[in-house]
């Protein structure tokens, strides 16, 4: 095939990434939302937050790495964050499932696509970090804005939010950690969050 080809068949099985469904709900509630689009507002967060990334980030990179960040689950599915079982074989399926996606590719560009979903997985530098602290932020508000409808029926509490948002809530700007623990707290008292 040449590298045009191979281009192409890469965004096609991407576009399958719009048939996966997560378990956060769209802001007005009336459907669960896909993986391609939880990327796509990730992206907008980065654009709309980027005065809370740490200094010095690059933004366009961080937003490279939102869009490959969950084309895994094409062939991986999402793993609910607060699912233990599914969590126990996520790294080993996400990870089989980048070495058969981005094979697709002419090889130094999947292994730049590639390179760019270890570094979100690794969180090592302020970029990654930044990244996944707005991939913890976006569940919790769509989660509050529906008023815990998942968190609810998944019984999910503050503590299990806050184990899970570890890099939110104490690796990111200080208005970002705030804002995101009032709110939590502000849905505990709403009873949209067990306590």
């Not at 980065?46 to 689950?73: F, N, Q, R």
Request: glycine fraction near 4%; aromatic fraction near 8%.
């Amino acid at each position: 095939m040449d590298r045009l080809e191979k281009q192409i068949d890469f965004l096609l099985e991407v576009d399958k990434l719009k048939t996966v469904l997560r378990r956060s709900s769209v802001t007005d509630g009336s459907r669960r939302e896909n993986s391609a689009e939880h990327s796509w507002h990730l992206c907008m967060f980065a654009l709309t937050l980027a005065e809370y990334a740490p200094e010095g980030t690059d933004i366009s990179h961080v937003i490279k790495m939102l869009m490959v960040h969950d084309l895994v689950e094409v062939y991986a599915g999402d793993t609910y964050l607060y699912d233990e079982e599914g969590n126990k074989t996520k790294a080993k399926r996400e990870h089989d499932a980048a070495d058969k996606l981005y094979s697709i590719l002419p090889a130094e560009q999947g292994e730049n696509m590639k390179k760019l979903w270890y570094e979100f997985e690794s969180c090592d530098t302020n970029e990654a970090l930044f990244a996944n602290a707005l991939d913890r932020l976006q569940p919790i508000l769509l989660n509050y804005t529906n008023q815990g409808s998942i968190w609810l029926e998944n019984g999910i509490t503050k503590q299990n939010v806050e184990e899970h948002a570890y890099r939110l809530t104490r690796l990111s700007h200080p208005k970002l950690r705030d804002f995101t623990l009032e709110l939590l707290d502000k849905a505990v008292k709403k009873g949209y969050l067990n306590a």
